[in-house]
């Protein structure tokens, strides 16, 4: 009997075992980065960035239509169509004027080339006001359908000021107010000189040192840029000293002597002061004003000699 020989399958050959690929790092840019680290959604970032663009667009346009100006051109049709309404400037109202000349005032405010109440520059018209001298302070306003409103605050006059022959009405700053007249000068102190109506606060802080020759006094005459002659209304001029400490105490030193023995109002012609250390009265001639009043500017000498000396001794 035969042997029957079974032939086995052979097996299919084996497939390579494939090496898992590593997976490739996606590379993120270094913007993309920065916008993930924001505490805020991209969503919610594209809008802002969406509405910058848009406002930038917006703003570069009305750039270009002012450069070319049709900005001007809009609102000056808008101007012109509010004064076709009706809203015109045809009254001014001044509020606060005592001393000034309101016709001033109504010339200033419509001097304005366009008549419409939405034309009207309000700053460019209180620019205008404040340049005239009476004028402290200015507010200006418009009140529907056809007035302007001028508020004002005035400056007060404190001394007159007479330089190259003329004569000037100043406030207590030394801004002149108006020229003046002889005839209509007002009762006021007299500051004579180049710059003397800048020194008028000097002037006032001067005599606040001594309050009771303030009402004796005639005027002031700012001696070389330095220093202040004084005139009374006796007819007397105090010479005092540089610099406004030595001013102040000289001041008050003559205030006491006068106080003491009368020294204004005796017929000497000046009180010179200007050195720390010296007291000069200089007297009339004889001849220059009656012997009673020669006497009586001796005796003032006389009696401030004595007082001198009691107080060295």
Do not use: C
């Amino acid at each position: 009997m035969s042997s029957t020989k079974i032939k086995r399958a052979t097996a299919p050959p084996r497939r390579p075992t494939r090496t898992p690929k590593k997976r490739r790092r996606v590379k993120v840019s270094r913007l993309n980065a920065i916008i993930n680290a924001l505490p805020i959604s991209p969503q919610r970032l594209q809008k802002v960035a969406n509405w910058t663009i848009g406002l930038s667009l917006f703003a570069v346009a009305g750039l270009i239509a002012h450069a070319t100006g049709v900005t001007a051109k809009v609102n000056e049709e808008w101007a012109q169509a509010v004064g076709r309404a009706g809203f015109q400037v045809k009254k001014v109202e001044v509020v606060g004027a005592d001393r000034i000349d309101r016709l001033k005032v109504y010339d200033i405010a419509l001097a304005q080339k366009d008549r419409s109440m939405a034309a009207v520059d309000i700053e460019d018209l209180r620019h205008d006001l404040m340049r005239y001298g009476w004028i402290k302070d200015a507010r200006v306003s418009r009140r529907l359908p056809d007035t302007l409103v001028v508020d004002i605050v005035e400056r007060t006059p404190a001394a007159i000021w007479q330089h190259n022959n003329r004569l000037s009405l100043i406030d207590e700053q030394g801004v002149v107010l108006e020229p003046v007249t002889v005839a209509t000068m007002p009762d006021l102190p007299l500051v004579i000189g180049p710059k003397a109506n800048q020194r008028s606060q000097d002037l006032d802080r001067l005599l606040a040192e001594a309050s009771s020759l303030k009402e004796l006094l005639a005027g002031a005459t700012w001696v070389g840029d330095r220093r202040w002659d004084l005139r009374f209304r006796s007819g007397e001029t105090l010479s005092l000293p540089e610099g406004e400490a030595d001013a102040k105490l000289a001041l008050a030193k003559f205030a006491h002597m006068d106080g003491a023995n009368r020294l204004l109002g005796r017929g000497i012609l000046r009180f010179d002061m200007r050195d720390p250390n010296r007291f000069v009265l200089r007297l009339p001639h004889e001849g220059q004003v009656a012997p009673a009043k020669l006497d009586e500017a001796r005796a003032a000498v006389d009696a401030v000699a004595v007082a001198s000396a009691a107080e060295k001794g």
